[in-house]
């Protein structure tokens, strides 16, 4: 998962500044107890559930991309499944037919979903709101549809297994892929721990920079108001279409991690509920903010790969209802999901601390 | 009522009015944009949260919601005239009386299609296609529907050429001497208003700063400096 | 020709079932101004109602009126407790968004926990039997389920144009704030709204069962169909959302019947459709109110 509470967050409310100390001594502490967990986790748990949080960081990196669109640029898509599951496909069919190496092939479909991100933004220019939500949950629902469809090249209903020619004594066979870390120090699924760990951090590395530039602000702005920001010269179309484009990117990668891990994909691991998810985690975790996505991306992975198989059979469909009901209640009263929660505390206490120094301060002055 | 305080929000409006109606009265307040009028008369009708005391005929209004207040007595005719524009001048008017409950709403339909010539020959026509004056006219004989004995209108002169204006409170006059209804009038056309009304109160920046019999202010300085600009 | 005429039919039938969901989600957006993306859920949730109270042993039709009450409640509790606390979907649209995703999540899996993850078996309300006329075969179930389209648009109609009531939920949509103001409980109407919305989405799901086998994830393709339905018909608009329903039927039953390419993509002319509409004509057909307000 990703260590960014070290590199700061999007726009925080700044506590009030204690005198004279500017390193954030707690947030330094934190980091390094984050990231010496990330470290250790590979080590302390069984491959199975290594291979879980794998899938926690594709996640992790989708919702990323879609908090960038719909957090920070407050175009509402219900369809980053559709992306999500074209960059596991471009990738596994990259890989198998074309015998491109693993790493080209995660580019390559980081930049096909960049292309189709921009296809989809086209339109959406001109569709806002909830018909753009609506649209893009047509599209989540057609994606599998698509699949299957042209399951000549897709392997349709049965699925796609990601293979790699490898040398055997009987000569050339197609063999499941598999990542192993050069001189086999690791096994197979802590090294893919390891690598993935670092595309994720980097992937949130790249949000937060975008997110601090220019271009980040001015995403923002055409999220707040389209005609004052058009007036402010901000190019409206092109942010939007742009924004579209790394968003889907982002989705894409994250799908070729998901089809990394898992070796194997099939249409039915890319419905709308996919899209939803994301959805789900971006606003858990608190929509604009950088780390808010990973946030919700763990919640989420903890709720489903480890809260939910701990429950008797007869309750396990429950885990969505009450994931429906937490959402219902979390737009009530906490709109700012977990990040938000967090910020709005620190400001109170902020402003507590701010109001006992001027009290302090105002009883010294009548002594 | 007494020490009405509300606001928008957490912004506050009104600093503590106090302000009477008496039965048949009517009473208008004045004020220039932002003063606060049109808040006074929301607070009345429920579309507010306020504090302070609002009393009508004995009972107190505080915490009701705008459905309720009508059944209490009083109709609000708002600012822009609050016309549904999607249903005809006929359906305006009986959607008018959801109130009641007895067999007269038909009669009272054709009573003001007749008072308002004007909307007897509309009468299909939706509302939405009308001229400002038509809605204004509409929205008051709708507000008359429900038989109230307090009416709270709005700003009726807002986007209407004057001899429109007049016309309206020349029929308004007419119907309150013929039904006996208040009316608590908010108006910035200050010489129009205290032509119709009996008593008025000046409202500038949330708080009355004049008050008294209308012919009276009409020739009060104050009010002539505060809107004349003289 | 003939069958080119069976598939013709094959979509009327299908159209009206698109037709009613498409009626409920007007409902809907005229009194409360938004997509609600869970009617499909409602509507699942309800005909599993149906087939609990047929399954008991009662007759079906009367089942299905059971079912009908019971998704009215389903509407109108979801709109108390889920849309109305939120606020206005033009200020929030992502708040509404993601509070109807929570209804579809929060009903697709209760309906599971309720009755499991198989799918139940719901027999057709007309029979499995249907009449040939030249050479064509038309299903009983697709013409009642254009009989029983027009009764509800018919009773729609009669209800909004003919009753007090209906008179207030249209003033309650055209202008709320009026509405209250002629004493109007406007927020009464409005879960009476949500309530008729869900209950008309249940013979949508009663229609759609036999055919597909009722299931929690029954509905998410019709939604799509009954979405297109009201995008191109105007979201507004009741008679919009009956000949949306038929034209959306129509559509995506001849097309990946006759159009190569497009064999396992019914949702594909839909779909086609929502963005043609939503670009080049977004009051649709017969809408009137400024869509793009959003």
């Known amino acids: 998962m990703s260590d960014a509470t070290a590199l700061g967050d999007g726009p925080t409310a700044k506590v009030a500044p204690s005198p004279a100390r500017r390193v954030p001594v707690g947030r330094v502490v934190v980091s390094v107890v984050v990231a010496a967990v990330l470290v250790a986790l590979p080590f302390m748990f069984p491959a199975f559930r290594v291979e879980q949080f794998v899938g926690w960081m594709a996640l992790a990196i989708a919702a990323c991309g879609l908090n960038l669109l719909t957090g920070y640029n407050g175009q509402i898509s219900v369809g980053h499944g559709a992306l999500y599951g074209t960059g596991a496909y471009a990738t596994a069919l990259l890989i198998t037919d074309l015998g491109w190496p693993v790493w080209p092939s995660v580019a390559a479909a980081g930049v096909i979903c960049f292309v189709v991100g921009v296809a989809i933004g086209l339109p959406a220019l001109r569709i806002k709101g909830l018909y753009l939500a609506l649209v893009t949950l047509a599209v989540a629902t057609l994606f599998p549809l698509i699949i299957e469809q042209f399951s000549s090249i897709t392997g349709g209903g049965s699925g796609l297994s990601i293979t790699t020619p490898q040398e055997t004594p009987r000569g050339v066979i197609e063999r499941p892929i598999r990542l192993e870390s050069p001189g086999g120090s690791l096994a197979p699924d802590q090294w893919k721990y390891f690598v993935f760990l670092v595309l994720t951090v980097v992937v949130f590395v790249v949000m937060r920079n975008i997110v601090r530039s220019r271009t980040g602000r001015s995403l923002v702005a055409v999220r707040d108001n389209e005609t004052a920001a058009e007036v402010s010269g901000v190019h409206v179309a092109r942010v939007k279409i742009l924004t579209f484009g790394v968003s889907s990117a982002m989705a894409g990668i994250g799908g070729a991690v998901f089809a990394l891990n898992n070796g194997r994909i099939n249409p039915s691991s890319f419905t709308i509920v996919v899209s939803i998810y994301f959805l789900i985690a971006v606003v858990v975790g608190g929509a604009a903010s950088v780390i808010g996505p990973a946030i919700g991306a763990v919640a989420y992975g903890l709720f489903i790969d480890v809260l939910s198989p701990e429950l008797p059979e007869r309750f396990k469909p429950a885990t969505p209802v009450i994931l429906g009901v937490l959402l219902i209640l979390l737009m009530l009263f906490a709109p700012g999901g977990i990040v938000g929660m967090w910020r709005t505390s620190a400001a109170k206490r902020a402003a507590k601390r701010a109001r006992a120094a001027t009290a302090a301060a105002a009883s010294g002055d009548t002594v | ?230 | 020709m003939t069958d080119f005429l069976q598939v013709l039919f094959v979509g009327i039938g299908d159209g009206a079932i698109y037709a009613m969901l498409g009626l409920g989600l007007v409902v809907i957006y005229r009194s409360t101004g938004l997509l609600n993306f869970a009617q499909g859920e409602m509507a699942m949730f309800s005909t599993f109602i149906v087939w609990t109270v047929w399954d008991l042993g009662v007759p079906l039709p009367l089942a299905v009126i059971a079912g009908m009450v019971g998704g009215f409640g389903v509407g109108a509790l979801a709109h108390q407790i889920a849309v109305r606390p939120v606020g206005d979907p033009h200020e929030k649209p992502l708040a509404v968004v993601m509070v109807t995703i929570g209804l579809f999540v929060g009903l697709n899996s209760a309906a599971q926990l309720v009755w499991g993850t198989l799918d139940r078996d719901l027999p057709p309300l007309f029979g499995s039997g249907g009449i040939e006329v030249a050479g064509v075969a038309i299903a009983w179930q697709k013409i009642g389920a254009v009989i029983v389209l027009a009764v509800l648009a018919l009773g729609f109609y009669l209800l909004f144009q003919r009753t007090g009531l209906g008179l207030a939920m249209r003033a309650v949509a055209s202008n709320s704030e009026s509405a209250s103001l002629v004493g109007v409980p406007v927020p009464k109407l409005l879960m009476l709204g949500w309530g008729l919305a869900a209950a008309v989405g249940t013979v949508a799901g009663v229609f759609t069962a036999p055919g597909r086998g009722l299931g929690s994830n029954m509905m998410q393709l019709t939604l799509i169909f009954g979405f297109a339905a009201i995008t191109l018909g105007g979201f507004d608009s009741l008679l919009g959302a009956v000949v949306g329903g038929f034209v959306v039927g129509i559509a995506s039953s001849v097309v990946p019947q006759y159009v190569p390419g497009f064999e396992k993509m019914p949702l594909a002319p839909a779909f086609i459709l929502i963005l043609a509409v939503l670009l080049f004509r977004p009051e649709g057909l017969f809408g009137r109110k400024q869509v793009q307000r959003v």
Request: net charge negative; charged share 25%; hydrophobic share 45%.
């Open chain 2, 1 to 230: 009522m007494r020490g009405l305080r509300a606001g928008y929000g957490i912004v506050e409006v009104l600093f503590g009015l106090d302000l009477d109606v008496d039965a048949g009265e009517l009473v208008v307040v004045l004020g220039a944009n932002g003063s606060g009028k049109t808040t006074t008369l929301r607070a009345v009708s429920g579309m507010l949260e306020s504090r302070g005391e609002i009393v009508f005929d004995g009972r107190s209004l505080r915490g009701l919601r705008p459905d309720q207040v009508v059944q209490a007595g009083i109709a609000h005719v708002p600012q822009g005239r609050g016309t549904i524009n999607d249903l005809t001048v006929v359906e305006n008017l009986r959607i008018g009386a959801w109130t009641r409950r007895d067999s007269e709403v038909a009669a009272d339909i054709d009573l003001w299609c007749d008072a308002f010539p004007r909307l007897g020959e509309r009468r299909d026509q939706l509302a939405g296609s009308m001229s400002g004056g038509e809605q204004q006219m509409l929205a008051i004989a709708r507000a008359f529907m429900s038989r109230p004995r307090l009416l709270l209108l709005d700003e009726p002169s807002l986007g209407l050429a004057p001899l429109v204006t007049a016309e309206v409170f020349d029929r308004l006059r007419d119907i309150t001497d013929r039904t006996g209804t208040a009316v608590l009038l908010v108006e910035q056309n200050a010489n129009l208003a205290l032509d119709f009304a009996g008593r008025a109160y000046v409202l500038e920046a949330g708080e009355i700063v004049a008050s008294g019999p209308a012919a009276q202010l009409q020739h009060d300085e104050t009010v002539q400096k505060a809107y004349l600009g003289i």
